[in-house]
């Protein structure tokens, strides 16, 4: 067979001997192939290659598809115990939840989607359990159990309870308990109390303040008998001192204190702002507050007296009043014997009559006998004296004094061309926004309380926002877009450029196509052909113009390839043979 000058081939004598030396055995220069090869090259044997290929291509995208759809593994828990660890491995086991264990074994990873589902269903089972045991090992006392030893559970429960109750805090990730518990004694002088100290492990980026310190303190010295709370130590894990009661505050206040002024100023600044708000509109107002207040506790006694009244008037409370007269009688004459005796018996009238005024007294050998006395009065009056007592006890945390700024943007106006216009208050509005700030914030001017009002305009510098393409959840959102589109196009390539050609093959569509392909053309010449034949006479040929005997040429020179390819691939001996007298000048 040889190749005609339009392209067709034929066959001859020499390229019959060259076939069948080529069907028989190898030709020398040819070298021999194995069985692997020559059923490679077969029709089955690439038929298999093409489902190898397919499979192949199939498996990869199968691969592509999973690996996108990666499950994420979240931490369920960590820093556990081993027993705790078994515990949680059964349960998930159970309950069929893939889980694996992350890099150290520190730490149980499950599926993101059911970490919260895990948590919970653990949780009602009550796992974790930290480690702790707590009363529930008293269940499982043994009989013939020493007292030391009785003694030692009873404090491992106490520890192991106290444990749990101080990681119900939110705070607080794990805590660990030692109490040192000493012997009763019968004597006074060997008594000693008991101690505590508590070790905290908090989650990452919280912290406990005084108030929750002071409150673990007291918990644990409430659940040990004759405990004091200044017996309980309290240290995190970073060995930081919580429970240091010696430590003062530099200005006196405790956080108690500092947190009732904090919450004072902003209470006073939410009512400024609340009030003022609806006049010059939402975020045309800010205010500031700072209050004085006084947490000095005072105590004042005083006793005070009003002067004394008339004595008309006043209030008579008691009276007092005493007379005495005391009566002597004294004799008058020579003194002797005769005046030591007893008088004698009176000669005279008992009633004498009364002398004439100016008469004189009678006279005689011895001067009568004068009777004289003293009298003594005493009067003591008590009047009620007015008397005030005053007790005043100061309340702590009064307020002292307050300070309030407050900062109103100018009123923006719409002019006659409809433009904005920020144009400042009238000096009524300012007016009348100061007498509602000092409503609002309990202004009292004789405790000195200062109010500012500045009416200014707002600047209107603001941060510049980010453009979209940099927010960081654009960001997320393109890289997970821009994940599914590479899978997207990676997938639609593997299976229109790779995996369909070879189904096409293993179907023979594209056998089936090129057989339509060529019947369709050779169909289309005969049509041509008929066109050109002239009934009247069948000897004339038919002149073509240039245009037309070119496109018939193309048309003949592209069926004669295509006879040549489907001969090279039915059999590809044959075409090997032709080509090799060829090249043999044969």
């Known amino acids: 067979m040889a190749v005609a000058a339009d392209g067709t081939l034929t066959s001859d004598s020499n390229a019959t001997a060259t076939e069948g030396a080529t069907m028989g055995e190898h030709s020398p220069q040819e070298p021999p192939r194995n069985g692997v090869v020559r059923y490679a090259q077969s029709p089955q044997g690439r038929r ?33 115990s081993d027993r705790d660890g078994g515990a949680i491995v059964a349960s998930l086991q159970q309950m069929n939840v893939p889980y694996k264990y992350s890099e150290g074994g520190s730490a149980i990873l499950v599926p993101e989607t059911m970490v919260h589902d895990a948590r919970l269903k653990l949780a009602s089972q009550g796992l974790p359990k930290g480690g702790n045991v707590g009363f529930e090992l008293m269940e499982n006392q043994k009989l013939g159990v020493s007292q030391f030893l009785e003694q030692v559970n009873f404090q491992r429960a106490l520890e192991g309870e106290l444990a749990r109750s101080i990681q119900s805090l939110s705070a607080v990730q794990a805590a660990r308990i030692h109490l040192a518990l000493p012997k009763a004694s019968v004597f006074v ?17 919280r912290g406990l303040d005084a108030q929750q310190v002071s409150a673990i303190v007291h918990l644990v010295a409430s659940s040990v008998p004759e405990l004091s709370p200044k017996s309980v130590t309290i240290v995190d894990q970073n060995g930081n001192l919580l429970s240091d009661t010696t430590k003062q505050p530099a200005n006196g206040l405790d956080p108690t204190q500092l947190k009732y002024v904090q919450d004072l100023q902003q209470d006073i600044i939410k009512r400024v702002e609340s009030i003022i708000a609806p006049i010059v509109g939402t975020g045309n107002v800010r205010a500031e507050a700072t209050a004085d207040v006084d947490f000095s506790r005072s105590e004042q006694a005083a006793e005070t007296y009003k002067p004394n009244q008339t004595a008309d008037t006043a209030a008579v409370r008691s009276k007092q009043s005493s007379e005495s007269q005391n009566g002597n009688s004294s004799t008058s004459g020579i003194p002797g014997a005769l005046t030591n005796q007893p008088p004698a018996p009176a000669t005279a009238p008992i009633v004498n009559p009364p002398a004439a005024a100016g008469a004189p007294g009678a006279t005689g050998a011895a001067a009568p006998a004068t009777s004289s006395g003293t009298s003594h009065k005493d009067a003591t009056i008590n009047y009620e004296v007015d008397k005030t007592v005053r007790y005043v006890q100061q309340p702590m945390g009064g307020v002292k004094r307050l300070t309030v700024a407050v900062v109103v943007n100018y009123k923006r106006t719409v002019d006659q061309t409809g ?31 200062s109010l500012n009002v500045v009416n200014t305009q707002f600047s209107s510098e603001m941060e510049p926002e980010l453009p979209l393409w940099k927010q960081p959840d654009m960001i997320q959102l393109a890289k997970e877009i821009g994940k599914y589109v590479l899978l997207a196009a990676v997938l639609l390539y593997l ?9 096409w093959k293993l179907s023979g569509r594209e056998e089936r196509e090129a057989k339509e392909r060529a019947e369709a053309e050779a169909k289309a010449a005969a049509e041509a052909a008929a066109a050109m034949y002239d009934p009247d006479n069948p000897d004339a040929i038919v002149e073509l113009s240039p245009e037309a005997a070119e496109a018939d040429a193309r048309s003949e020179y592209k069926k004669n390839l295509e006879s040549v390819k489907q001969l090279a691939k039915s059999d590809p001996k044959l075409v090997a043979s032709i080509i090799k007298a060829w090249v043999n000048n044969e």
């Open 48 to 80: 298999v290659l093409l489902m190898v290929a397919a499979a192949a291509v199939i498996a990869l995208m199968i691969g592509i598809w999973m690996w996108s759809q990666k499950t994420e593994y979240r931490v369920l828990f960590s820093n556990f």
């Open 189 to 205: 002088r060997d008594q000693q109390k008991p101690t505590a100290s508590v070790i905290l492990s908090l989650y990452p980026g």
């Open 419 to 449: 433009k904005v216009v920020m144009k400042p208050l009238t000096e009524a509005e300012r007016n009348q926004i100061s007498d509602l700030v000092k409503e609002a914030m309990g202004f009292n001017k004789d405790r000195g309380d």
């Open 495 to 503: 299976y229109f450029g790779v995996l369909r050609p070879i189904i």
